[in-house]
């Protein structure tokens, strides 16, 4: 379990126009975005700065599996 904390739910996927899909949130954290499952687990985190929501939405499919 990573202690991702839950700030804002829903708040950086709205921010950034993206819907993830039921069980993932995003978390903004200063300059990252960390994506987590429902039971605050840690996924992966990107940097705000270059990312590319295609591959946040690949790392959901990868974890799905």
Known sequence: MCGCMLVERGSAEERHGFKLPFGYYLEHDSDLLILCR???SF??????VDVDFF???????????
């Open 38 to 40: 429902s039971d605050s």
């Open 55 to 65: 591959e946040v939405e690949l790392k959901v499919w990868e974890d799905a599996d």
């Open 43 to 48: 996924v992966a985190a990107f940097r705000t």
